[in-house]
Nanobody, 115 residues
Framework: QVQLVESGGGLVQAGGSLRLSCAAS????????QAWFRQAPGKQRTLVAT???????NYADSVKGRFTISRDGTKNTVTLQMNSLRPEDTAVYYC?????????WGQGTQVTVSP
């Protein structure tokens, strides 16, 4: 079983920055994909960014150029650096990973961006 623990959410003014981190623990042989999703009130959960074990990254159009996803394979952590935040970025952000061919979710962390 793998546990994902997120940290770094909070309240920030528009134009500010936040850094989210997610640490995976448990019996892990390999992590193939790590990602961040978000879910705003009344909306579906959507993909924000992904990174793979081969180093590839992918971003939602709405965050390209503002957010950066990175991973530390030695520590099984994934980080989302969020710059130039906008009120529409307000959501609960969820960490996600595929480890040993199974998918896992974190508990979510709130990010609130005030105008």
């Amino acid at each position: 079983q793998v546990q994902l623990v997120e940290s770094g959410g909070g309240l920030v003014q528009a134009g500010g920055s936040l850094r989210l981190s997610c640490a995976a623990s448990g019996s892990i042989f390999s992590i193939d994909v790590q990602a961040w999703f978000r879910q705003a009130p009344g909306k579906q959960r959507t993909l924000v960014a992904t990174t793979t074990s081969s180093g590839g990254t992918n971003y939602a159009d709405s965050v390209k150029g503002r957010f950066t996803i990175s991973r530390d394979g030695t520590k099984n952590t994934v980080t989302l650096q969020m710059n130039s935040l906008r009120p529409e970025d307000t959501a609960v952000y969820y960490c996600y990973c595929v480890a040993d061919r199974r998918a896992y979710w974190g508990q979510g962390t709130q990010v609130t961006v005030s105008p």
